[in-house]
């Protein structure tokens, strides 16, 4: 009777033991998926959930604030996602907050992450309905690393070939590298390339100090308005030389002097001509007399 009473009390324990740590559990649970505090719904709509399930953590600031309450599928391209989240939360959720879907971390479950809005937007109410934000697939992740990998590759070749070219001796890098006549020959033109940079540095340095004609005559006003004053008396001069020169050809006493010089250079023109003649037919000319006769002037005549 004894045995029996005590295992009978020991049932019971266990009975009572089990019911707290479920009731413990429920209530634990119950406080996590927010049943047991005053809750808003709020939604979202999106083209792709990314894996998301219901009963998935909901974040505002990097603090979980709610669950995802139901997953909706509205059209093809279209589901509707329903977030429980706390009221105490819901002054800080203004309306144009945005929803996102991410990670909790690298292969973690898929969490719904609710960013700040403008301060001075108004709070959300229940039932609101909040921009959505496309997440990241990690498909589109690995199809970007792919390109960068195959950017990579390609690149590398490329720079193999490049190096392949310098260490076969072609091209004028390679033969700056190990030609040595090569590189002393491109050293020298470097060299007097920068000698005579710093002569023509020399030269603009005197020409802005204003020393020599040429230097006057990009600066010196006065010297410019004096060179140009010469210049055009010289041309005056000139040309009343040229009058007077043909004021005299048709004096009375030069004009036979400049009969003779017209009339000798006609005769040099005629022999040179009778020579190229001659070079060129082997036949002799007709008498100077009778062709200076032909085509000399009437005033050589008299």
Known sequence: ????SGFTWKLGMFAIIGIVLFVVTIYFVGKQK???GSTIHL?????????????????FSGINVGTVDAIELITDT???VHLMIEKD??????????????????????????SPGTITNKPVKDNDLLISKSAIEMEDIMISMKKSLDNVGLISEELAQFSKKVNNGNGALSKMISDEAFSNSLK???????????????????????????????SDEKFGKALDSTMTNIQ????????????AKNSFLLKGYFTKKEKAAKQAELKRLEAIKKKNTGKSQPKRDSTYQTIAPKDSIK
């Open 1 to 4: 009777m004894n045995k029996e």
């Open 188 to 218: 020298n033109t470097l060299t007097n390339l920068q000698t005579s940079s710093d002569e023509f540095a020399k030269f603009t340095v005197k020409m802005n100090n204003g020393k020599g004609a040429l230097s006057k005559m990009m």
């Open 78 to 80: 279209s589901v509707m």
């Open 34 to 36: 927010n049943l047991f």
């Open 43 to 59: 939604k979202s709509k999106f083209k792709n959930v990314s894996g998301l399930k219901v009963g998935n953590n909901v974040r």
């Open 89 to 114: 939360v819901q002054p800080f959720i203004k309306t144009d907050a945005k929803v996102t879907i991410s990670s909790d971390g690298l292969m973690g479950d898929k969490v719904l992450v609710i």
């Open 236 to 247: 005056s001069g000139t040309k009343g030389l040229t009058e007077t020169i043909e004021a």
